[in-house]
DNA sequence: TCCAAAGCAAGAGCAGCGCTCTCATTTTTG
DNA sequence: CAAAAATGAGAGCGCTGCTCTTGCTTTGGA
């Protein structure tokens, strides 16, 4: 039905993918501020109107890069994450975290661009979810197996917070304790933090072995969602 | 001295304060990525290449504007933790986070400035490090106080990060122990990824009540720096 | 099979941008 | 008081995102 609909639709969907790698290219360069349309339309050998047959806009683009950004990030995520498959819950996650880490070093304009400052007056549309979510699911999923496995230590949940922590658990992983889900979201907010640190020179002349320091910060992380002295779950 | 050269010194002074100001207000309404120096001269009744006289590019101006929004951060967090002076150090310490969310929400663009994605080829010169450095030495002198008085629990510390870590507290705080110096970098960072994930949209459909979230997430990191739970704390 | 409809590339053009250069005017300084 | 420095105005260069019009090609129904 795709891929039915004779040559010029196959024409329109690799010349969609030579934009986008393109721009990916450049975004890769020089960062998405100086991505520009015409440049790409420049490369291609087109005349730059051209291009707005395939993206309207240059946020549709960039837009475009941004899921594909996501998912390149969760794919580098579940990779790692099937690389430690035989391992403990501790290790997969610090697996997982280490993926993030690596894949935005390898990657900085990309994460910049997912991860950094919002484009002024740019809001993700949703289509973006899915994919953002995959580093979300493939945490929380460990947490689910070490749940069910050897158990979680449970962290301690102020009164005031537990309305939410109980909303937050009915929406994301119903079958897990309010506290470990709401740890999770805290600690991959935090996870966040530590790459983005690094990433963006808040760490220079601050941290120097990086990687020995991330290695434990994403250990105190896994404690603090309860994945390090487990002890037997109590019933779901 | 510095006043006193006469009108003309004066009125530079005046007029680079005006630009700053009209800048500022243009950050603030449309991001950094929108801010003109055309539009800025436009608003102050002057021609854009007179604007030249007083920042030699777009960059400068924009440096100028993330030394004063790290300024204008750590006058909130020092407010912030001044008014709580008569506190135990858990309440300062979730008192300054408080100050930097509730900062970082007042002047979202101003955030993006200083901790999203740094501009491209952009790369921040050393003057913005003092300004930088305030919310963590406050944090830090938070930690110092504890350590001299009731005592710091010691997060523990896995061997291969301890000349890393012994490198880090002789750079920034000798008189605290290794443990305590990064425990102190990693909820540093740790504290940006909450407050970056809030900002910029990440906890969207994730996280409602975000005021509770982030009090009981800071008394988290206050545990990982030894914050809770005090002991005695050992000979330094 | 033919023809209207839709898809597409190209070019010109608009308004805006950062930035540079020149020139006249004003203030400061030796 | 004259030389030097600072300042503002204007024109202009090359770039940007984006729109509109003009022809050409592919497509799908009669």
Not at 75 to 82: L, T, V
Not at 175 to 197: H, I, K, N, R, S
Request: net charge neutral; hydrophobic share 45%; charged share 20%.
């Amino acid at each position: 039905m795709s891929t039915a609909h004779g040559a010029r639709a196959r024409a329109r969907v690799e010349v969609t993918a030579a934009i986008k790698d393109e721009a990916r290219r450049q975004l890769a360069a020089e960062g998405a501020a100086k991505l520009s349309l015409r440049a790409v339309a420049r490369e291609l050998g087109m005349v730059s109107s051209a291009l707005y047959r395939y993206f309207p806009s240059r946020d549709d683009l960039l837009t475009a890069l941004i899921i594909d950004a996501y998912d390149s990030l969760g794919e580098s995520a579940e990779a790692a994450h099937g690389a430690a498959a035989d391992s403990g819950p501790l290790q997969r996650w610090i697996a997982v975290c280490e993926a993030v880490r690596g894949w935005a070093l390898a990657h900085p304009h990309e994460y910049a661009l997912i991860y950094g400052s919002p484009v002024p007056g740019y809001t993700a549309p949703d289509t973006t979810v899915p994919a953002a979510a995959r580093v979300g699911n493939l945490l929380l999923g460990i947490l689910r197996d070490a749940y069910r496995g050897l158990g979680l230590a449970r962290p301690p949940l102020p009164a005031a917070l537990r309305p939410e922590a109980e909303r937050m658990a009915a929406d994301l992983a119903p079958d897990l304790p309010p506290e470990t889900v709401t740890a999770l979201v805290a600690a991959w907010a935090q996870l966040y933090g530590l790459v983005g640190f690094e990433l963006f020179g808040q760490f220079n002349r601050v941290v120097e072995d990086r990687e020995t320091f991330f290695r434990h910060a994403a250990g105190q992380l896994a404690q603090g969602v309860g994945l390090v002295y487990p002890q037997r779950g109590p019933a779901s």
